[in-house]
């Protein structure tokens, strides 16, 4: 099992620039997250999915779109870059059943808004 | 989901047992302790959790004290490998979704 794969690695935008932030995971876990962990900082929640086909707000949801494509799949948009959105984003997954909490995390994204 | 608070750094001598607190004094009686660690600018790491009983697995122990206002997480043999953020966190087992984060306590161990 792969766990959880993130794509790209690394990006660089400009300022207004759009994409989408890639996350699959291969353990047929029902929730999945999105964080954000800026320098020196802890990690943040932006968004988050119970299960498949639905999403709710984290902390810092401004400025971010989620999409559960399917089981495995959870995407995020950033529909127009802006400096402050300079980050480490981790997609994570969890099984989502009673008694089975522990998160599962993927190797991030290092994205730079220029 | 209850808030903890970390000291922000700590060190400890390699070989030594790493003994790092948090402080989750309003947890409420259904809430578990979980324990994370980010090694670097890796993904966090699941370490070990519990709900009132002290918990050891292969990587460390886990202390919580009577009244589960506060717990320490042991690492018993410290190595420069367990160089990391660690991660306190306090929520409900099932429910729940949100999962937040703190800042974390900084352990850096010296050779």
């Known amino acids: 099992n792969a766990g959880v794969t993130q794509t790209p690695k690394f990006q660089v935008l400009k300022t207004g620039q759009s994409m989408t932030l890639q996350c699959a995971q291969d353990?047929?876990?029902?929730?999945m997250y999105w964080y954000r962990q800026d320098p020196g900082m802890g990690l943040r929640l932006i968004y988050y999915?119970?299960?498949?086909?639905?999403?709710d707000k984290g902390e810092v949801p401004n400025g971010y779109n989620v999409s559960r494509l399917n089981k495995r799949e959870f995407s995020l948009r950033l529909e127009s870059a802006a400096p402050s959105q300079t980050s480490v984003y981790f997609c994570a997954s969890r099984p989502g059943l009673h008694g089975q909490e522990t998160q599962y995390f993927g190797p991030g994204t290092r994205l730079l808004v220029l | 989901d209850a808030k903890t608070t970390q000291p922000p750094s700590m060190d400890c001598a390699e070989g030594r047992a790493a003994n790092l607190p948090c402080n989750h004094s309003?947890?409420?009686?259904?809430?578990?302790v979980y324990w994370y660690r980010q090694i670097h600018s890796q993904g966090p790491q699941y370490i070990i959790h519990g709900l009132k009983n002290n918990e050891t697995n292969e990587m460390a122990s886990l202390i919580i004290t009577e009244d589960r206002k506060s717990s320490t997480l042991i690492l018993p043999h410290a190595t420069l490998r367990d160089t990391a953020v660690y991660y306190c966190?306090?929520?409900?087992?099932?429910?729940?979704?949100?999962?937040?984060f703190g800042t974390g306590t900084r352990l850096k161990v010296l050779a």
């Open positions: 353990m047929n876990h029902n929730s």
């Open positions: 966190i306090v929520r409900f087992d099932s429910g729940t979704y949100k999962y937040i």
């Open positions: 309003t947890i409420s009686g259904n809430e578990y």
């Open positions: 999915s119970a299960s498949e086909g639905t999403t």
